[in-house]
C-alpha cells in the first residue's frame, strides 16, 4: 500500500457508508464478487465474495481450492466519533443553525472554528421503492464557531464543553436555502423524494505529510481508517496465494466508537453468519464449523496510543509506543484486549516472519483503559485473538497524527498473517509455515 493508496481511503472515508462504498470498490476492481445477504450463495472455488450490512460493514473472503480447515479473520471498523445531525434549520440570532448530536467520544474542542460539510446516506422514493444512496455535500458548508475569549475570560483556564449549546454549527443566515433542498440538490432527485437521512459532519481537511522528512502524517479519520487500509491491501495481496485450506476473511465493522451493539457492529453476529454461511455453501465434514474454529485466529485491529511528547508520564513508562515503531500488540489485565501469551507470541512470530517491527501497549495500572472491537467479536466468534493496532497522537480528535512507516509495516504483518499456513496441533501448540 502506497501512502497515496492510504490518504485516498482516508480521504474518502468521510462517513462509515463512505469508507464501505470505498473498500467495495477495491474489492471491485481485484474481482471479488459481491453478495446481499438476502440471496442465495453459490460459491466456487479459489473466488472471492463480499457483503455489506447496513451500507456501513463489509466482509470480504475467499474460498480455498478445497475444503475450509479453518479461518484467518482481521477485523477493524469503519466509523469515527463525529456529530451526527438531527434537525436540518434551527432559527438562532439571525442565523440558522443545524442540530447536531455526539457520536462517540470525541475531543470536542478540535472541532471548533474549520470549515465542515455534511455527508453520509440518505432513503430515496424511486420507482421500485425506497434505495440507499452515499450523499456528499463536498465542500465547505458549516462551522461551530468558538466564543471570544472576550466572552469568556477563563476559556483558556479548561473549558466544559456543553454539546447542545457550544457544539452547535451554523450553517448559514436566517431564512436561506435549507439543507434539505441542497441535499435533494446533490442527490439529483425532488426534495419530497428524500424519505429520511443518517447525516454527520465531517472534517474537510486533507490528509498531509508532516516533519523534516515526511516521517508523520495528519488527517482526518485515522482511527480507525487506517487500520482499515491497511488490513483491506494485505488481504488483496495475500488471498490468492493464501491456499491452506484456511480461508482468509477481511471485515470492517461499524459502530464501535458506540459499543458495537447494533446488528453491523462487532457485538452482532455479523461475522458468524458470513461464516457460517460460507461453509454451508461448501463442500464440508461433519463438525465442521467446530473443527474449523478450533484452527482458526483472528486479529482485532485498531490504533493504539503513542507515547506523548508533551504527556509523556500519561504512558506507563516500562512499556513505551512510539510513532514509527512498528505494530502494536495491545494487552490488559482484564480483558479489555484479546491479547494473551498464546495469541501474543503467534502474532510476534507472524511478525517476524514479515520483519515488521513489533512493540507492546499496556496503560498505566492506575489508569483505565479503552476497549475495542475484539473481546466483543470473541463473543460470537470464540478464536484466538490478538489485539493489535498503529500508535498514534491525537486520538478521537478532528484531525490525528501516525506515522508514514507504520501503516508500511501493517500492511507486511497482515499479509504474512494471511500467507502463513498457521495450524493448530492441539491446545496450546501451533505450527507456522509460510507459504510460497
Avoid at 452515499?134 to 479548561?158: C, K, Q, T
Avoid at 479519520?221 to 491452506?244: G, H, K, V
Wanted: contains cysteine.
Amino acid at each position: 500500500m502506497e501512502q497515496a493508496q492510504l490518504f485516498d481511503f482516508l480521504q474518502a472515508g468521510v462517513s462509515p457508508y463512505h469508507a464501505a462504498a470505498a473498500a467495495a470498490r477495491l474489492l471491485d476492481e481485484a474481482g471479488y464478487t459481491r453478495l446481499q445477504e438476502a440471496d442465495f450463495w453459490n460459491l466456487e472455488p479459489r473466488h472471492g465474495y463480499y457483503v455489506t450490512r447496513n451500507n456501513s460493514a463489509v466482509v470480504a473472503w475467499r474460498v480455498p481450492a478445497h475444503g475450509i480447515g479453518g479461518w484467518r479473520v482481521t477485523a477493524s471498523h469503519s466509523d469515527s466519533p463525529a456529530w451526527r445531525v438531527k434537525n436540518f434549520a434551527v432559527p438562532a440570532a439571525g442565523c440558522t443553525k443545524l442540530n447536531v448530536e455526539g457520536y462517540g467520544g470525541m475531543n470536542m474542542a478540535t472541532w471548533l472554528d474549520r470549515p465542515l460539510s455534511v455527508a453520509g446516506r440518505a432513503l430515496v422514493r424511486t420507482a421500485e421503492g425506497l434505495e440507499a444512496r452515499l450523499v456528499d455535500i463536498g465542500r465547505d458548508l458549516v462551522v461551530i464557531p468558538s466564543l471570544a475569549p472576550h466572552m469568556d475570560r477563563a476559556v483558556n483556564d479548561g473549558h466544559k464543553y456543553n454539546p447542545q449549546v457550544d457544539m452547535q454549527p451554523l450553517y448559514g443566515p436566517e431564512g436561506c436555502r435549507p439543507l434539505g433542498a441542497l441535499l435533494a440538490e446533490t442527490l439529483g432527485v425532488a426534495e419530497s423524494d428524500v424519505a429520511d437521512w443518517d447525516l454527520s459532519l465531517y472534517v474537510r481537511q486533507a490528509p498531509a505529510a508532516i516533519g523534516p522528512g515526511g516521517e508523520y502524517f495528519m488527517a482526518p479519520r485515522i482511527d480507525d481508517l487506517e487500520c482499515a487500509a491497511a488490513t483491506l491491501y494485505a488481504f488483496l495481496a495475500a488471498a490468492p496465494q493464501a491456499d491452506s485450506g484456511c480461508a482468509p476473511v477481511w471485515a470492517m465493522l461499524d459502530n464501535e466508537e458506540v459499543g458495537s451493539g447494533t446488528r453491523q457492529g462487532a457485538h452482532s453476529a455479523f461475522v458468524r453468519d458470513v461464516l457460517d454461511r460460507v461453509l454451508d455453501a461448501v463442500a464440508h465434514s461433519s463438525q465442521g464449523m467446530q473443527r474449523a474454529l478450533a484452527n482458526s485466529f483472528a486479529l482485532s485491529v485498531d490504533n493504539a496510543h503513542a507515547v506523548h511528547p508533551n504527556f509523556a508520564d500519561k504512558a506507563d513508562a516500562a512499556n513505551p509506543v512510539h510513532m514509527g515503531g512498528g505494530v502494536v500488540l495491545k494487552v490488559n489485565a482484564n480483558q479489555k484486549y484479546t491479547t494473551n501469551a498464546l495469541s501474543g507470541a503467534v502474532l510476534r512470530e507472524v511478525c517476524r516472519l514479515a520483519g515488521a517491527p513489533v512493540q507492546l501497549f499496556a496503560n498505566r495500572a492506575d489508569v483505565p483503559g479503552g476497549s475495542t472491537l475484539g473481546n466483543l467479536l470473541s463473543q460470537s466468534l470464540p478464536v484466538p485473538m490478538a489485539d493489535i493496532g498503529l500508535a498514534q497522537l491525537g486520538m478521537h480528535s478532528a484531525v490525528e497524527t501516525a506515522s508514514a512507516a507504520d501503516a508500511a509495516a501493517l500492511v507486511r504483518a497482515v499479509e504474512m498473517f494471511y500467507r502463513v499456513h498457521l495450524r493448530c496441533l492441539g491446545d496450546g501448540q501451533y505450527t507456522l509455515e509460510v507459504l510460497s
